[in-house]
């Protein structure tokens, strides 16, 4: 019975990232969404997909770093918007290990 339920779990570990490191991008671009639901979202998404090329684009060598900080806290806060306007669930690997514990404890 051990050696079943180690097979198990060494094989639904292994499946769980393997594939998180074939997906890995090693391009700097940023990625685009995929369409959101209403036409008002939509052009959201595009105003805010275009500020972040922007920031992107820039020469940030010659800013203050005051100036830097506050670009950081805009683009994360850009980022956060496109993830609420994008919906879904996201879960991490650490919670993916603790549910699937918890599955194998409870059967």
Do not use: W
């Not at 639901?37 to 940030?60: G, H, N």
């Amino acid at each position: 019975m051990r050696k079943i339920v180690f097979c198990l779990i060494a094989t639904i570990l292994s499946l769980t990232f393997i594939p998180l490191q074939v997906n890995a991008s090693t391009s700097d671009s940023i990625t685009t969404l995929p369409a959101p639901a209403s036409p008002a979202t939509a052009e959201k998404v595009l105003t805010l997909e275009s500020r972040l090329k922007e920031i992107d684009a820039m020469d940030k060598s010659e800013l203050k770093a005051a100036d830097k900080k506050n670009l950081r806290k805009e683009v994360k806060s850009i980022k956060h918007e496109l993830r609420t306007l994008e919906g879904g669930i996201y879960l991490t690997a650490g919670a993916l290990i603790i549910i699937l514990l918890l599955v194998i404890i409870l059967m």
